[in-house]
């Protein structure tokens, strides 16, 4: 089993910025990629961004393109999420997802909640107007 510990949430002033990072641990046998997702109060969970763990692809939800970066450490597994020039429409839990079965490289949709199989407890940002 696969445990995903996000951090890095907070609350922040519009136009402000915020790293998230997302640490993944247990068993592992082969990480294929690494997503951010997030759910507002009283909304469905959203794609926010994923990366091709190893071929380093990365994928953007259409309202972060540009002010949003997917990185990783490959040396512990971990997945940072750097938020920039935020605005009140993105506060959200912001929740952290692992595919570890190849589901996302084989359907090739990282969109998609269910090409991951593995989630965070997901971790609070709040941005103040």
């Known amino acids: 089993q696969v445990q995903l510990v996000e951090s890095g949430g907070g609350l922040v002033e519009a136009g402000g910025s915020l790293r998230l990072s997302c640490a993944a641990s247990?068993?592992?046998?082969?990480?294929?990629?690494m997503a951010w997702f997030r759910q507002g109060q009283g909304s469905e969970r959203n794609f926010v961004a994923a990366?091709?763990?190893?071929?380093?692809?990365?994928y953007y939800g259409d309202s972060v393109k540009g002010r949003f970066t997917i990185s990783k450490d490959a040396t512990d597994n971990t997945v940072l999420l750097q938020m920039n020039d935020l605005t009140p429409e993105d506060t959200a839990v912001y929740y952290c997802?692992?595919?570890?079965?190849?589901?996302?490289?084989?359907?090739?949709?990282?969109?998609?909640?269910?090409?991951?199989?593995?989630w965070g407890q997901g971790t609070q940002v709040t941005v103040s107007s």
């Open positions: 997802a692992a595919d570890t079965r190849k589901a996302a490289y084989y359907t090739g949709n990282y969109y998609a909640g269910d090409s991951y199989g593995d």
């Open positions: 990366l091709d763990w190893n071929g380093g692809f990365t």
């Open positions: 247990g068993y592992i046998f082969r990480l294929y990629a």
